[in-house]
C-alpha cells in the first residue's frame, strides 16, 4: 500500500482499536509482571466502574461536571464573544483594556480557586466561576483576533452596499470571524474541562474530579481513580468531537484548511 | 472630475482629470502600481483625495455608495453565503418576491443556474468572478468599478469572461471603470482606453478604441490601435 491509496474502509477502524487493545495489553502485563500492590490493571477498573455505575455514582457525577461546565462556557462565551467583536471592532478600546486582559489571561484558573471559595462558598457557583475565568479570555482573545483578521476587501464590500456599522458587524464581521472564534470556543472548552476536574478536586463534593480524589482519599481504591480518569478523557474527547462537526458546517467551513 | 492625491508623502496621482459618460466603458491602463487602484478607489468613495474632487451626476463623492459597486477580484465573494445568499446581499430591503425574483434574473444572467445553494468554496475561479458581478448588478447600480477583476484567471478563462462582461454590459447599460494592466484586455474591452503613466500616475493619453463589438482582435485597426498603445508606453512591440 503506497500512501496516496485510500485506507481501506476496514483498515480506518482497524488500526486504531489495534493500537488501543495494544495499549490495553501492555498495561495489563505491567501490572503483572511488577506484582503492584497499589496499581490497577484494566480488569480492575472494568469492575471499578461497573461498581460506580450500579451505584449510580457515575450518571450523577457525570451530570454535576457537565452542568459546570456548560454553565461557565456558556456564560463566557456569551460575554466573551460580543467583547471580542466589540475590541477588535474598536482598536481605541483593544488599546485601552487589552493590556489588563493580557494580564489577567496567564493567571491559572486553579490560581483563582481560593479566592472564588471565598466569594461563593463550596459549591457549584465557586467552580462555575472558575470555568468561567477558564473560557472567557481564550475567548475574547479569539474573537478580537478574528475580528481583526477579517480581510479589509470584506468590510469594504459591506459598506458598499450600505450597510450601517451595527448591520456591518452583524453580516459580514461576524460571519467573516465565525470560524476563528469557533476555533477559539473549542480551545476554550477543552481548557474548561481541564479546568472542572480541578476545581472538583478542592472546591466541591461532587463530579468527576470530586470522584478522583475521593476515591483516593476514602479507601485508597485506585481502581476507581482510574476509572474516573478514563472517564475524563473520554467525555473530553467527546466534546471535542461535537466542535469538529461545527467546523464541518459549510457556512463556516471555508475558514478551516480540511479542504476537499 | 479631477481628483490628485499625496498621501505618505508618496504623490500617487498626479493632475489627473477625466470625465466618462453615462453607460460608458472606460479601461485604466498602465503598469503595476502606477496608481490605477488608488484611483478606481478614489472614484469609488473608499479613499478620499488629498487635493480635488470626484463629481458623479454633478454630485461630490463622499463615500461609498449602493449605486455605485466595486467588484474585487473574485476574492471578494462572501464565503459563509451560498450563490443565491451572496447575490441577495444588498437586497435585504426588498420585499421576498421580489428580492427571489432577481435573485433568479442575475443567477441566470451570469450562467450560474444550478449552483444556488452552492458555497464559493465549491465554485471555480471564474464562476466565483461572475458571482460577485451578479451581486454587484443584482442592486441595479448605475455604475461598476472593475479593479483587475480577471487577473487572477487563466488566460482562457480570462478571454470567455471577457466576452461574458460584453454580453453583460450589453444588456445592462451600466457605466463601467475597468482598471487592468493588459493592454490587450483594454483594447477588447473599452470604448476608451486611458493610458497612466508611472507614479505619480498622470494621464498619458486617452484612446478611443473605434471598433463595433464583437470585435475582430486580428484585424488591421485593432493591430494600429494596440501598437498606438504600444508606443505611448514607451514599449517596443518585439520580445
Known amino acids: 500500500m503506497n500512501s496516496l491509496a485510500q485506507p481501506m474502509k476496514w483498515e480506518k477502524y482497524f488500526w486504531p482499536i489495534f493500537a488501543a487493545l495494544l495499549f490495553l495489553a501492555l498495561w495489563h502485563l505491567s501490572v503483572k509482571w511488577s506484582a503492584t500492590k497499589i496499581f490497577p490493571s484494566p480488569l480492575d477498573v472494568e469492575?471499578?466502574?461497573?461498581?460506580?455505575?450500579?451505584?449510580?455514582?457515575?450518571?450523577?457525577?457525570?451530570?454535576?461536571?457537565?452542568?459546570?461546565?456548560?454553565?461557565?462556557?456558556?456564560?463566557?462565551?456569551?460575554?466573551?464573544?460580543?467583547?471580542?467583536?466589540?475590541?477588535?471592532?474598536?482598536?481605541?478600546?483593544?488599546?485601552?483594556?487589552?493590556?489588563?486582559?493580557?494580564?489577567?489571561?496567564?493567571?491559572?484558573?486553579?490560581?483563582?480557586?481560593?479566592?472564588?471559595?471565598?466569594w461563593f462558598g463550596v459549591g457549584d457557583l465557586a467552580a462555575i466561576y472558575l470555568i468561567f475565568l477558564a473560557s472567557f479570555f481564550p475567548i475574547v482573545v479569539a474573537s478580537m483576533n478574528a475580528v481583526r483578521n477579517v480581510p479589509s476587501m470584506y468590510r469594504r464590500a459591506g459598506r458598499n452596499f450600505g450597510l450601517s456599522p451595527a448591520k456591518l458587524i452583524a453580516k459580514v464581521v461576524f460571519p467573516a470571524s465565525l470560524p476563528q472564534i469557533i476555533v477559539g470556543l473549542r480551545i476554550a472548552l477543552g481548557?474548561?474541562?481541564?479546568?472542572?476536574?480541578?476545581?472538583?478536586?478542592?472546591?466541591?463534593?461532587?463530579?468527576?474530579?470530586?470522584?478522583?480524589?475521593?476515591?483516593?482519599?476514602?479507601?485508597?481504591?485506585?481502581?476507581?481513580?482510574?476509572?474516573?480518569?478514563?472517564?475524563?478523557?473520554?467525555?473530553?474527547l467527546a466534546l471535542d468531537t461535537i466542535f469538529r462537526r461545527i467546523e464541518k458546517l459549510k457556512s463556516v467551513r471555508w475558514g478551516f484548511r480540511h479542504e476537499s | 472630475m479631477i481628483f490628485t492625491r499625496d498621501g505618505d508623502q508618496v504623490r500617487v496621482l498626479d493632475n489627473v482629470s477625466l470625465d466618462v459618460g453615462e453607460g460608458e466603458f472606460v479601461c485604466l491602463l498602465g503598469p503595476s502600481g502606477c496608481g490605477?487602484?488608488?484611483?478606481?478607489?478614489?472614484?469609488?468613495?473608499?479613499?478620499?483625495?488629498?487635493?480635488?474632487?470626484?463629481?458623479?451626476?454633478?454630485?461630490?463623492?463622499?463615500?461609498?455608495?449602493?449605486?455605485?459597486?466595486?467588484v474585487f477580484q473574485e476574492r471578494g465573494v462572501f464565503p459563509w453565503l451560498t450563490v443565491e445568499g451572496n447575490i441577495g446581499?444588498?437586497?435585504?430591503?426588498?420585499?421576498?418576491?421580489?428580492?427571489?425574483?432577481?435573485?433568479?434574473?442575475?443567477?441566470?444572467?451570469?450562467?450560474?443556474?444550478?449552483f444556488e445553494k452552492a458555497y464559493p468554496q465549491e465554485l471555480s475561479g471564474g464562476m466565483k468572478q461572475?458571482?460577485?458581478?451578479?451581486?454587484?448588478?443584482?442592486?441595479?447600480?448605475?455604475?461598476?468599478?472593475?479593479?483587475?477583476?480577471?487577473?487572477?484567471?487563466?488566460?482562457?478563462?480570462?478571454?470567455?469572461?471577457?466576452?461574458?462582461?460584453?454580453?453583460?454590459?450589453?444588456?445592462?447599460?451600466?457605466?463601467?471603470?475597468?482598471?487592468?494592466?493588459?493592454?490587450?484586455?483594454?483594447?477588447?474591452?473599452?470604448?476608451?482606453?486611458?493610458?497612466?503613466?508611472?507614479?505619480?500616475?498622470?494621464?498619458?493619453?486617452?484612446?478611443?478604441?473605434?471598433?463595433?463589438?464583437?470585435?475582430?482582435?486580428?484585424?488591421?485597426?485593432?493591430?494600429?490601435?494596440?501598437?498606438?498603445?504600444?508606443?505611448?508606453?514607451?514599449?517596443?512591440?518585439?520580445?
Open chain 2, 130 to 239: 461572475r458571482l460577485e458581478v451578479a451581486r454587484a448588478l443584482a442592486v441595479n447600480p448605475d455604475m461598476l468599478f472593475l479593479d483587475e477583476p480577471f487577473g487572477a484567471l487563466d488566460s482562457i478563462t480570462r478571454l470567455i469572461m471577457r466576452g461574458e462582461l460584453l454580453r453583460i454590459w450589453e444588456a445592462e447599460r451600466k457605466t463601467i471603470i475597468f482598471v487592468t494592466h493588459d493592454i490587450e484586455e483594454a483594447i477588447q474591452l473599452a470604448d476608451r482606453v486611458v493610458v497612466m503613466s508611472s507614479r505619480p500616475a498622470k494621464i498619458q493619453g486617452i484612446v478611443n478604441i473605434d471598433i463595433d463589438h464583437p470585435r475582430d482582435i486580428s484585424s488591421r485597426r485593432y493591430l494600429e490601435l494596440r501598437d498606438g498603445i504600444f508606443e505611448q508606453i514607451g514599449l517596443a512591440h518585439k520580445v
Open chain 1, 191 to 236: 481548557i474548561a474541562w481541564l479546568v472542572v476536574v480541578a476545581a472538583e478536586m478542592t472546591a466541591i463534593d461532587s463530579g468527576v474530579g470530586y470522584l478522583v480524589i475521593d476515591s483516593r482519599n476514602s479507601g485508597k481504591r485506585y481502581d476507581l481513580v482510574v476509572a474516573a480518569m478514563i472517564l475524563i478523557g473520554v467525555i473530553g
Open chain 2, 89 to 114: 446581499f444588498g437586497l435585504s430591503k426588498l420585499p421576498k418576491t421580489e428580492r427571489a425574483h432577481r435573485i433568479a434574473h442575475y443567477i441566470k444572467l451570469v450562467g450560474l443556474l444550478g
Open chain 1, 47 to 118: 469492575r471499578g466502574t461497573a461498581e460506580l455505575i450500579s451505584k449510580g455514582l457515575l450518571l450523577r457525577y457525570v451530570g454535576d461536571s457537565l452542568r459546570r461546565v456548560a454553565s461557565g462556557f456558556l456564560i463566557g462565551a456569551a460575554l466573551g464573544i460580543p467583547l471580542g467583536l466589540l475590541l477588535g471592532w474598536y482598536p481605541e478600546a483593544a488599546f485601552v483594556v487589552n493590556p489588563t486582559i493580557q494580564m489577567l489571561r496567564p493567571i491559572s484558573p486553579i490560581a483563582w480557586i481560593p479566592v472564588s471559595i471565598v
Open chain 2, 36 to 70: 490605477k487602484s488608488t484611483l478606481l478607489n478614489v472614484i469609488a468613495g473608499f479613499i478620499s483625495p488629498t487635493q480635488g474632487q470626484v463629481r458623479i451626476g454633478g454630485e461630490a463623492v463622499r463615500g461609498p455608495d449602493p449605486r455605485r459597486i466595486f
